[in-house]
């Protein structure tokens, strides 16, 4: 498939952004990550939308959701620029699959698959590089630059508490959503529990061979 439009599907520590950033150079489309778009504009005067808290902040680092009229806006605005594009982190619930519906038509769903020990154990471990905005894991992949390894920083949402609060927001939440393309028929699910190389080879034989 030359320039997918695609989601990529899976719980908090899946392996959609280190997969994600695979996808975006193969098939040279757009990365939308609601959580990096979030993540970037976490002090946003939201009070004007009728909503609990004043910023996204408040709800991430409790791990809540951060209202739907917030992140369908960046959705909206992100896709009308792009050819191709791999989705993360969106749709989160049904009301977000019913939104993402009325913007945009998709080729493929793809779920990552992972069990739930695995993933505290990816998240707690996660660091990040600020200057090049790269994925590390302290065990399963760690920089082999000691520069770069004293400049990695952990994500303030990947605490123990945290991490199993978003959880219970995901099988809450997002569970549904994966159901719901299940049941439409255009589900793809990958064994996300393998090595990331062999992760990423399940990934693009799944993109390639979606007519
Ligand atoms: P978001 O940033 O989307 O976070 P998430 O869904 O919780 O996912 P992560 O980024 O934590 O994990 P990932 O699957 O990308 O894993 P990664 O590749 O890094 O959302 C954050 C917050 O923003 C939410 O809680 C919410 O508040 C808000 N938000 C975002 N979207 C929203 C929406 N639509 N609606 C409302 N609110 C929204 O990998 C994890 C670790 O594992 C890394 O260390 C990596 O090196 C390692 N790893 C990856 N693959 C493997 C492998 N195969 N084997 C071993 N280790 C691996």
Redesign the pocket.
Known sequence: MAQPRML?L???????????AKITDEFDIDHV???????ANKEMDISEMDTEYDT?RE??D???????E??NAI?DEALSQADGFVL??????LE?ADELEDMTDLDLALY?D?SEE?LVH??T????DPETGD????E??PPEDPEVEDRLEQ?E??TEE?VKE?LR??RENTEPVIDHYEDEGSLERVD?????E??WEDVKKTIENTD
């Open positions: 990529i899976g719980a908090p520590g899946a392996g959609k952004g280190t997969q994600s990550t609601t959580g990096d778009a979030l993540r996204p709800y991430m409790q791990g809540e959701l951060v209202p739907d917030v992140v959705v993360d982190g969106y749709p989160r619930n977000q990552l992972v695995e990816r998240l471990g996660r660091r990040l994925i590390y894991h302290v399963y992949n994500r949402d990947d945290t978003r927001v995901f996300g529990e393998q090595a990331p062999d992760v």
